[in-house]
C-alpha cells in the first residue's frame, strides 16, 4: 500500500554563495531568522519542527541595562548622577547669577548714576549760562566781573558734562542730541561774544544777536541736552531692572536639587528601614542654606534698588526740573528788560514758567510735588525755603514790571540785578541754592541705597561655591555608602 506525505510549507530559502550547485548551501529562513531543521530520525516528514537561532544585539544589552536600573544598587547609582548633576548646574548657574548681578550694581552706582548726573549738570549749566549772559547786558558796558565769570564756568561746566556723556553712554537714542550739542555750543558761544561786543559799543543790535543767541539755546540746545537726559535716565531704569531681575534660573535648579535629595532619602528610609543618612543630611542642609541665602540676597538687592529709585532718583528729577525752570523764568525776567518794552512774549513766558515752577498759587507746581517726593527732613525743609523764596520771588518781579512800565528803566534794571538779598538776582540765587541742597540729598540717599544692593550680593558668590562643593560631597559620599552594601 503506497504511502501518501503531505508536502510542508515552502519556506524561503538563504542564498547560496555564489558558485554552488543549486540546492546546495541554501538555509531556510523564517520571520528574518535564519532556522535550522530539528535533530532526530524522521528529518523532513511531517511533523518535524524547524529552530529558529537566536540574534545576539541591542536589544539584549537594553534589557540587561534596565535589569540593572531595576534593581536598588542601580537606583542608587542613577540617583547620585542626577543629584550631581543638578548640583553642579544649580551652583554654576547661582554664581553666574550672582557675578551678573553685582556687575550690574556696580554700573548702576558708578557708571548710569553719575551719567544722569552729568546730564543734569549739561542742563543746568546750559540754562545757567543763558540767564547770566542775559542779566550781564542789563548792565550795558559795566558787566559786573562775577557775571562774566560765572558765564565762563557754565560754559566750562557744560563741556566738562558734554565729555564725561560722550565717553560713557551707549544708549543710540543719545548719539542725535550729542551731535547737535557738540555742534551748536560753539555757534551759541560766537554768537554771545559778537552781542557782548556790540552791547560794549551801545549799540541796539547787540540786543538782537543776543535775542538770537537765547532762541538757539531754547531752541536747540536745552531740547537737545533734554532729550540727553531722557536716554540716560532710560538707560539707568534697564540697568537697575536688570540687575534687581530674581535668578529664575538658579532658584528653579537649587529648588529642584532641595526636592530630589528629600526625594532620595525618602525612597531610601522605606528601602532599607534607615532613617538618616548623614551625606544627604549634610547635601540637604547645603542646598537649603543656599536657596535661602541667594533668595535673600537678590530679593534683599531689589528692595534697595527700588527704593534707590523712590527716594533717590525720582526726587532727583523733581528738584533737576525745578531748578532749570527757575533758571528759564530768570532768562526771560532779564530778556523783558533788555527788550525795552517789547518784551511781551519774555515776560508771558515768564508767567508760565513760574506757574509751572510754584502753580498759580504759589502753593503748586513742580516745588510741591518736590516737596512731596522729599523723603527725609532736610530735603522737604529745602522745598520749603523754595516755596516762599519763589513767593518772595514773584512779589519782587511784579515791582519791577511796575518800575519799568512806568518809565524808571534803571531802577528796574537795578533791582533785577542787583547782588543783595532784597533784589531779583539774590532771590534767585537763594532759590537755585535751596534746590541744589534738595538735589544733593536726593543723591546721596541714591547712593546709599545702591551701595546697600551691592553690600546684598557680597560674599554670595563664595559662599554658593562652598555650599556646592558640600552639596556635591554629601550626595557621593552618602550615597556610595549605600551602594557598598550591595556588594
Known amino acids: 500500500m503506497a504511502t501518501v506525505q503531505t508536502p510542508l510549507p515552502r519556506t524561503p530559502l538563504a542564498s547560496a554563495p555564489t558558485g554552488a550547485p543549486p540546492g546546495q548551501g541554501q538555509v531556510p529562513v523564517q520571520q528574518g531568522r535564519p532556522v535550522l531543521p530539528a535533530t532526530g530520525p524522521g528529518n523532513g516528514r511531517p511533523g518535524n519542527r524547524q529552530v529558529a537561532l537566536p540574534v545576539r544585539g541591542h536589544t539584549g544589552l537594553r534589557r540587561r541595562v534596565l535589569a540593572w536600573a531595576g534593581r536598588t544598587p542601580g537606583l542608587l547609582v542613577l540617583f547620585t548622577v542626577?543629584?550631581?548633576?543638578?548640583?553642579i548646574a544649580a551652583g554654576a548657574a547661582g554664581i553666574g547669577a550672582v557675578r551678573q548681578r553685582a556687575d550690574l550694581v556696580g554700573g548702576v552706582a558708578a557708571g548710569n548714576g553719575p551719567l544722569v548726573v552729568a546730564a543734569q549738570d549739561l542742563?543746568?549749566?546750559?540754562?545757567?549760562?543763558?540767564?547770566?549772559?542775559a542779566s550781564a547786558f542789563l548792565l550795558g558796558g559795566s558787566e559786573p566781573p562775577e557775571l562774566r565769570t560765572r558765564y565762563q564756568e557754565d560754559l566750562a561746566a557744560a563741556s566738562d558734562a558734554l565729555v564725561r556723556l560722550a565717553a560713557g553712554v551707549t544708549a543710540e537714542a543719545a548719539d542725535q542730541p550729542l551731535r547737535q550739542i557738540s555742534a551748536n555750543l560753539p555757534v551759541y558761544t560766537g554768537i554771545v561774544e559778537t552781542a557782548r561786543a556790540l552791547n560794549r559799543q551801545q549799540l541796539p543790535l547787540g540786543a538782537a544777536y543776543l535775542r538770537e543767541a537765547s532762541a538757539l539755546m531754547r531752541d536747540a540746545l536745552?531740547?537737545?541736552?533734554?532729550?540727553?537726559?531722557?536716554?540716560?535716565?532710560e538707560q539707568l531704569a534697564d540697568a537697575r531692572d536688570d540687575a534687581s531681575s530674581v535668578p529664575w534660573l538658579a532658584l528653579p535648579l537649587l529648588l529642584l536639587s532641595l526636592l530630589?535629595?528629600?526625594?532620595?532619602?525618602?525612597?531610601?528610609?522605606?528601602?532599607?528601614?534607615?532613617?538618616?543618612?548623614?551625606?544627604l543630611v549634610a547635601a540637604t542642609a547645603a542646598a537649603l542654606v543656599a536657596v535661602l541665602w541667594l533668595g535673600v540676597a537678590s530679593f534683599g538687592a531689589a528692595g534697595h534698588l527700588s527704593a534707590s529709585r523712590k527716594d533717590g532718583s525720582a526726587q532727583v528729577d523733581v528738584f533737576t526740573e525745578a531748578r532749570i525752570a527757575a533758571l528759564q523764568a530768570r532768562g526771560d525776567e532779564s530778556l523783558t528788560l533788555v527788550a525795552r518794552g517789547g518784551g511781551a512774549a519774555f515776560e508771558k513766558r515768564f508767567t508760565e514758567t513760574m506757574n509751572r515752577l510754584a502753580g498759580e498759587d504759589g502753593n503748586g507746581g513742580l516745588l510741591a510735588e518736590a516737596r512731596s517726593r522729599a523723603t527725609d527732613r532736610a530735603g522737604r525743609a529745602a522745598a520749603d525755603a523754595a516755596i516762599a523764596d519763589v513767593k518772595a520771588w514773584r512779589d519782587l518781579h511784579k515791582r519791577i514790571r511796575e518800575l519799568d512800565d512806568g518809565g524808571q528803566y534803571p531802577e528796574a534794571v537795578k533791582l533785577a540785578v542787583g547782588s543783595d538779598d532784597r533784589s531779583a538776582g539774590g532771590i534767585f540765587n537763594r532759590v537755585d541754592e535751596h534746590l541744589a541742597e534738595g538735589l544733593r540729598h536726593g543723591g546721596e540717599?541714591?547712593?546709599?541705597?545702591?551701595?546697600?544692593?551691592?553690600?546684598?550680593?557680597?560674599?554670595?558668590?563664595?559662599?554658593?561655591?562652598?555650599?556646592?562643593?558640600?552639596?556635591?560631597i554629601g550626595v557621593v559620599v552618602g550615597m556610595a555608602q549605600r551602594v557598598m552594601e550591595y556588594r
Not at 222 to 233: D, E, G, H, M, R
Not at 449 to 471: M, P, Q
Open 123 to 133: 542742563y543746568r549749566a546750559l540754562s545757567d549760562a543763558d540767564a547770566t549772559v
Open 222 to 233: 536745552l531740547p537737545a541736552a533734554q532729550q540727553l537726559y531722557t536716554a540716560v535716565s
Open 445 to 472: 540717599s541714591f547712593d546709599r541705597e545702591v551701595a546697600g544692593a551691592g553690600d546684598a550680593f557680597g560674599g554670595v558668590a563664595g559662599g554658593l561655591g562652598v555650599l556646592t562643593a558640600l552639596l556635591l
Open 82 to 87: 542626577v543629584l550631581v548633576g543638578l548640583g
Open 260 to 279: 530630589g535629595l528629600l526625594f532620595v532619602q525618602v525612597f531610601l528610609a522605606r528601602r532599607t528601614n534607615r532613617v538618616f543618612n548623614l551625606g
